[in-house]
């Protein structure tokens, strides 16, 4: 089965940090750009950090640009977000998403992990 594992989502104070995790099941990250995104109820699905399927460039939105790191360990087949100095406004359910960079056209989705952030 063709899915996204993601990981590492929960409840932190104000100006902490955690780390998600994306890893695939049944198709390997190589030809992927994966892209975390993040959506608060009733609000549009944001993109937040995209990294290349060879791990060597990377994008972020203004919102989390400087305490956010999108990274890549090829070994592992595992794509990270690591998010410092939580806010209350990055308290969300956030999303792994895999874009094939060959069809532009298959990609996946990840069941989503809640992140809150309050005192």
């Known amino acids: 089965q063709v899915q996204l594992v993601e990981s590492g989502g929960g409840l932190v104070q104000p100006g902490g940090s955690l780390r998600l995790s994306c890893t695939p099941s049944?198709?390997?990250?190589?030809?992927?750009?994966v892209s975390w995104y993040r959506q608060v109820l009733r609000k549009e699905r944001e993109l937040i950090a995209t990294i290349t399927s060879r791990g060597d460039s990377t994008t972020y939105a203004d919102s989390v640009k400087g305490r956010f790191t999108i990274s890549k360990d090829n070994g592992k087949d595992t794509v990270y977000l690591q998010m410092n100095n939580l806010q209350p406004d990055d308290t969300a359910v956030y999303y792994c998403?895999?874009?094939?960079?060959?069809?532009?056209?298959?990609?996946?989705w990840g069941q989503g992990t809640q992140v809150t952030v309050s005192s």
């Open positions: 049944g198709f390997s990250f190589d030809s992927y750009a």
């Open positions: 998403n895999a874009l094939s960079v060959a069809t532009i056209t298959t990609e996946y």
